[in-house]
């Protein structure tokens, strides 16, 4: 299946993003961020990576994961963030996790 045009939009958007995102927090210049700007971008990004969860088959292609480039600190940070933003807490964390697990990683608790 060949990417549609909107998708190959989207890749691209998503290759320069990353690109800038590297070279504002090598310049320091995060701070300088809006906050409204921060919340576009995350708030898309998590909304993409949910619909491709949601779509993908069973036995399938898994979601892409977070790669090793992202810190435990910072996967932590922003899982916080995401919990405190819909008023969670671990133990809602924990029930979901365990409703997602298997199907991203392809692999039972067992091993």
């Given at each position: ?80 963030a995401l919990l405190r933003a ?26």
């Amino acid at each position: 299946m060949s990417p549609s045009e909107e998708s190959e939009k989207f890749s691209a958007l998503a290759r320069q993003m990353g690109r800038q995102i590297e070279r504002t927090i090598r310049a320091g210049e995060v701070a300088e961020v809006r906050g409204e700007d921060m919340t576009k971008l995350m708030s898309g990004a998590v909304k993409m990576y949910a619909a491709r969860v949601e779509e993908a088959e069973p036995g399938g292609e898994t979601a892409p994961v977070i790669d090793e480039t992202v810190s435990t600190t910072e996967a932590m940070v922003v899982a916080c963030a995401l919990l405190r933003a819909h008023h969670l807490n671990p133990f809602d964390l924990a029930l979901w996790f365990s409703r997602t697990a298997p199907a991203q990683h392809g692999k039972t608790s067992g091993g």
